[in-house]
């Protein structure tokens, strides 16, 4: 059944937009201007958003206290170069940065980094396949406090297809499903199939004007709840031909597609950090510190935080390497990202049954926060295609490829 969403989309954005002082994207002076800003806004703002987290975990619950606060921070315009407004995290050489913008906002609540995540790779692509006109527009438009996502996971039986009209415009048909932040997000860029199998075509639905009929029953989760991951039916809508961004497939084209794992093990890593974070204060409040197997369990997943980070810069290094996006260097691109979601997932599994033993039966009672961080990152780290992920990386190794292999950039290439 389709339901209505409780804040309208246009309300949200006028939350947003009146809370970064910045209604008619004109100023923005408080914005964060360079990557190191960017990256001191995010770390300041996680303890804010973890105070928020609770309140806003229930089902068909989101946090729009939060996002007016990464607006008013600045932070929904940081993939944007700063001629454009933003802090240059569209940047490849600014990938460290970026992931560390988004492991600070996952340790403050996972179910806004995830909304966070779709909203920054929703300005990548627009930035990478939209028109000149089209990126201004949309520039202007984050600047100004909307929401922007990516919905591209649909039942098959019931997928998003476009139909031409004899006026140039389209209608559209079908339902998307874990569409996160529906009914909130004014900007989704979303995939649907052309018509006569011309292929998958990238769009921008402007869902404050025109806005999907949302199913909320689809969305009764472990966690994660307050993403308002719901199905999202299209069915009737209409778009210009202006609201199409790039050629057919483009959104599929590697690296960018598989590649992006790397923002999402980002987050899940700062949802690890927070369960850090949280068992060292349990046990430091009850006395607990002196424990020789509290201290060893403390020391391994120390360890593996740390080792976690290592793969984050490592992805980042991997990614803003000259000749990362040409068909070699791609494949290279993500085989490295697919090794390091799979290690990140491995991580934050580790650190949940660490962390378990260390606060116990106690610990994981509410008020505690143990009990959403755990729901919320298990359910998180189900990811797409994990096993094929896996198994692309030994494909590539069997194949005697080298992660460090990458031609020659031709000369003046900036990427
Ligand atoms: C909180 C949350 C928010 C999300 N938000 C969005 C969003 O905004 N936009 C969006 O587009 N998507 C979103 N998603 C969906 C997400 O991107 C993935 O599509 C989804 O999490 C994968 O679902 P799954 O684990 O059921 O996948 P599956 O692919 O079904 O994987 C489950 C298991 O089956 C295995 N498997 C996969 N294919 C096969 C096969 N053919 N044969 C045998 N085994 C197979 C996998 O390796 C895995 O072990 C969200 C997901 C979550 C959890």
Request: hydrophobic fraction near 45%.
């Amino acid at each position: 059944m389709a339901i209505r969403p409780l804040i309208t989309p246009v309300a949200f954005a006028a939350t947003v937009a009146a809370a970064a002082g910045s209604a008619n994207g004109s100023t923005y002076p408080a914005f964060p201007a360079t990557p190191a800003g960017a990256e001191a806004a995010a770390a300041r703002l996680a303890p804010r958003l973890f105070e928020q987290a609770a309140a806003a975990d229930v089902e068909g619950g989101f946090p729009t206290e939060s996002f007016a606060d990464l607006a008013a921070a600045g932070l929904l315009a940081v993939a944007l170069p700063a001629a454009l407004g933003g802090a240059g995290l569209d940047a490849p050489a600014a990938t460290l940065p970026l992931l560390r913008v988004l492991q600070s906002i996952g340790r403050g609540n996972l179910a806004v980094g995830r909304v966070y995540e779709g909203h920054l790779n929703a300005l990548l692509l627009i930035q990478q396949l939209g028109s000149p006109a089209q990126v201004a527009r949309y520039a202007a438009e984050a600047r100004a406090g909307h929401l922007f996502g990516v919905w591209n996971t649909e039942d098959p039986a019931e997928g998003v297809h476009l139909e031409t009209l004899p006026n140039g415009r389209y209608r559209l048909r079908g339902a998307k499903t874990f569409a996160s932040g529906a009914g909130h997000l004014t900007r989704p860029l979303i995939t649907g199939a052309l018509p006569e199998g011309r292929g998958w075509q990238l769009f921008v639905l402007p869902a404050d004007a025109r806005p999907p009929a949302l199913d909320r029953s689809f969305w009764q989760p472990l966690g994660m709840r307050a993403t308002a991951s719901f199905r999202a039916d299209l069915i009737g809508l209409e778009l210009a031909a202006d609201d199409l961004i790039g050629p057919p497939n483009a959104y599929y084209q590697q690296p960018a597609f598989s590649g992006g794992a790397i923002r999402f093990a980002a987050v899940q890593l700062g949802g690890a950090e927070a369960v850090f974070e949280e068992t060292r204060n349990f046990l430091r409040g009850l006395g607990r510190t002196d424990d020789p197997y509290q201290r060893q369990r403390l020391g391994e997943m120390a360890l593996r935080l740390e080792s976690g980070r290592q793969w984050v810069r490592g992805a980042a290094e991997h990614a803003a390497r000259p000749g990362a996006t040409t068909p070699t260097g791609a494949e290279a691109t993500v085989a490295y990202a697919n090794m390091m979601r799979t290690a990140i997932e491995s991580i934050c599994l580790n650190l949940l049954r660490l962390a378990e033993r260390c606060v116990g039966a106690r610990g994981l009672l509410r008020p505690q926060p143990f009990e959403r961080l755990h729901r919320d990152l298990t359910h998180y780290l189900r990811q797409p295609a994990p096993d094929a992920a896996l198994a692309d990386v030994g494909r590539f190794v069997l194949e005697g490829k080298d992660f460090a292999d990458l031609p020659s950039p031709p000369t003046g290439a900036n990427q």
